[in-house]
């Protein structure tokens, strides 16, 4: 491992740094001479075609030295930046005591000031020639093995500093994350949405199925939660007459920990009064297809080995005919209890999860999703598991509510917003009833909620979308891990 490093090569860069300040040079660049007045990245885009080129042009950048090469009394490096590598030659006679100190002191990975003018090399590869460097920080642990870089997986996420700057389809991958995030931004405020916040400690933890993170509030000596979901207080801001809001943070689930979800993660949650669940279909795959786009400037693309076509319209299925196509009636769970403990046994329920909304959940996830390819709404979801839901006209038994799945797995979830403050009380009170025999991810009562769809919630359209598996999509990636900088870990022992 990368901590677990040879002594004698830790030594080494030790020693150097000593004999920097033996020198009375500080290996850790205070003060500046000179400030940076280019990037590496910028001279590479502006002289990529570039062949003549004029001395007197000083260029000033800062970098960290890669792939140091030695040829006698002359010296090739690589300067890192974001996105690219400038390699930089150092001469010594003209450099002379300088020259001896970059050859003698420095180690790869070390940060350095370069001062220079650009040329080409008879390779024609853009070259920055030195006139003058300054030490910015020593690196005092040594690099990956030239040839093999940084593999471990285990040792990249924890080391992700070290994961950013050798492994550069990395850095790519949260450079993709970061231009997504911003094109949601922009869409949405095009579309006349408003960004806002809303509290991170909740009282209650509400707004979607599943367990919260504890902590205690002293001053106020209260039980607080990490909230698992902005959606009630979103709403709350529907009947305050917003009109079109949505938040774009972090939630937190007290669950497992697998490829595809971290405790922490990141959402995209968005409000429209006078609107339903057919325009957040509408605003979805608008919003999706455009995105794809802009990211890979195509609708189809390849993700693991296959092809993903957001072209519009997307597929629609039915959630109870698709169950119903695998073996499972959902009628039949919901009035024989021996039916219902005869599916559990198949999908290996354990005996405090056999209820009607956890049996229904697990079996969709197990026989249906797994089939969901290309991008698919799922529609006609059963009240059970939509609490916060409008129950369809014709059949109240399920809910105005869609699941957007893409390669496997749910990327989207929306709403035509229940907004009965009595039909909500109710629901919330059949959620208690199932926390009570067993269910532990069923809804809290939210009390104030219930107040606030006592002055008037309008008929509200309600979306959200999980950014990071959008990023894992768009990315060609299979493990959440890849798309969040700084996953959840055991600490180490």
């Known amino acids: 491992m990368i901590e677990e490093v040879k002594l004698d090569e830790k030594e080494s860069r030790l020693n150097n740094r000593k004999k920097l300040r033996e020198l009375s040079i500080n290996p850790y660049g205070y003060p500046l001479p000179y400030k940076p007045n280019t990037s590496v990245d910028e001279l590479k885009l502006k002289f990529q075609d570039e062949n003549n080129f004029n001395k007197e042009d000083i260029y000033i950048l800062g970098g960290r030295l890669l792939n140091i090469r030695h040829h006698g009394k002359s010296i090739f490096a ?3 930046g974001v996105n690219h590598k400038l390699q930089i030659y150092l001469k010594k006679d003209e450099l002379n005591e300088k020259f001896d100190i970059f050859k003698n002191y420095i180690d790869s990975g070390d940060l350095i000031l370069a001062k220079g003018y650009l040329f080409r090399t008879k390779t024609n590869e853009l070259t920055l020639h030195i006139l003058d460097f300054h030490f910015l920080a020593k690196c005092i642990l040594p690099l990956p093995e030239k040839w093999h870089g940084l593999k471990d997986t285990e040792i990249r996420y924890r080391q992700r500093y070290l994961d950013l700057f050798i492994n550069h389809e990395v850095k790519q991958n949260f450079i993709i994350r970061s231009k997504i995030i911003k094109f949601l931004r922009n869409y949405l405020e095009s579309k006349g949405f408003m960004e806002v916040e809303t509290p991170m400690l909740n009282i209650i933890p509400t707004g979607a199925l599943a367990k919260p993170f504890k902590t205690h509030h002293n001053a106020l000596d209260i039980d607080m939660y990490l909230r698992i979901a902005p959606e009630l207080y979103l709403k709350r801001l529907i009947v305050g007459n917003f009109d079109k809001v949505y ?5 937190f689930r007290n669950e497992g920990i697998s490829t595809k979800h971290n405790p922490e993660f990141t959402i995209l949650e968005l409000y429209q009064a006078f609107a ?3 325009d957040m279909i509408t605003l979805t795959e608008d919003l999706i297809s455009s995105l794809v786009y802009h990211i890979h400037n195509s609708f189809a693309i390849e993700y693991q080995g296959k092809t993903l076509n957001f072209n519009k319209p997307f597929k629609k299925i039915s959630f109870p005919t698709e169950l119903a196509k695998k073996g499972v009636d959902i009628e039949k769970l919901r009035n024989d209890r021996d039916y219902l403990e005869k599916i559990s ?3 290996k329920i354990p005996k405090e999860n056999r209820v009607i909304s956890h049996v229904i959940d697990k079996a969709f996830d197990e026989l249906v999703k797994v089939d969901l390819w290309e991008p698919t709404f799922v529609l006609d979801y059963p009240v059970e598991i939509s609490p916060l839901a409008i129950s369809k006209n014709d059949n ?12 496997n797995f749910e990327v989207a979830n929306a709403f035509s917003e229940l907004n009965d403050p009595d039909e909500q009380a109710k629901r ?3 959620q208690q009833k199932l926390k009570e025999k067993g269910e532990s991810e069923a809804h809290e009562y939210d009390n104030d909620y219930i107040n606030a769809l006592s002055y008037g ?9 999980g950014i990071d598996r959008l990023v894992m999509i768009l990315t060609n990636n299979v493990s959440i891990r890849e798309v969040i900088l700084f996953p959840a870990l055991l600490p180490k022992k």
């Open 78 to 80: 690589d300067l890192l």
């Open 247 to 251: 938040e774009l943070g972090k939630v």
């Open 276 to 278: 339903d669940l057919n």
């Open 345 to 347: 046994n198949e999908l």
């Open 396 to 407: 109240p038994l399920y809910a105005e509510r869609f699941e957007l799945f893409v390669a």
């Open 428 to 430: 919330f009170l059949e």
């Open 457 to 465: 919630l309008p008929p509200t359209g309600g979306l959200g979308f």
